[in-house]
């Protein structure tokens, strides 16, 4: 019951720090293996509690403690790092573990009404594919937009510091290098 009340306690703050985004990046080494080693043994638990069940119910609760674990260890990995590919990867493990549910719960219907079912899963999983390929792509934009903004104002603040001479020059290059990332 302990280990069960601090796995819903960690799943609270991992949520949490999903949330939060990158302002959390960065989650430290001892707090972040603790943390895996709660995800590894909530898993456990969850996977557990699927055994009093049976036929298709009990592949789909298997389904979704894989999926809470992926999930939770993606969510993890990015708050440990703050990477974008970790973001990228958590958001897809999202939609993973949402698509492999939903097809598992498919099983339960037969005929028409199974593959409409699966087409359903399918076209959610799609899009949600899509979204992600295609926020990358705006990310990417705006990251080279802001990259030739900063080369351009760096550009005509140089411009400005060559009106000035020997440690005036000096000292106004190297503070446009500075302030523009150059």
């Not at 509690?49 to 999930?71: F, H, I, P, T, Y």
């Not at 492999?100 to 699966?118: F, H, S």
């Not at 760096?154 to 000292?171: F, M, P, Q, T």
Request: some cysteine.
């Amino acid at each position: 019951m302990k280990l069960q009340l601090r796995s819903t306690h960690l799943l609270c703050a991992l949520t949490l720090f999903g949330l939060a985004g990158v302002a959390s990046a960065n989650l430290a080494q001892p707090a972040y293996g603790m943390a895996k080693d709660e995800v590894k043994a909530m898993y456990k638990i969850e996977r557990d509690k699927c055994d009093s069940l049976s036929g298709n119910a009990k592949d789909v609760c298997v389904e979704r403690a894989k999926g809470q674990e992926k999930v939770a260890l993606a969510n993890l990995e990015y708050q440990h790092t703050g990477r974008t590919k970790d973001r990228n990867d958590y958001l897809e493990a999202r939609y993973e573990a949402r698509y492999q549910v939903a097809k598992e719960m498919c099983d339960d219907k037969a005929g028409n009404a199974k593959d409409v079912c699966v087409t359903e899963a399918k076209a959610a999983h799609d899009k949600a594919k899509a979204d992600l390929k295609a926020n990358k792509k705006i990310a990417e934009a705006e990251n080279d937009a802001m990259e030739a903004k900063l080369k351009a104002d760096y550009k005509v603040a140089n411009e400005r510091c060559d009106s000035l001479g020997g440690y005036a020059k000096d000292s106004c290059q190297a503070s446009a290098k500075a302030r523009y990332f150059q």
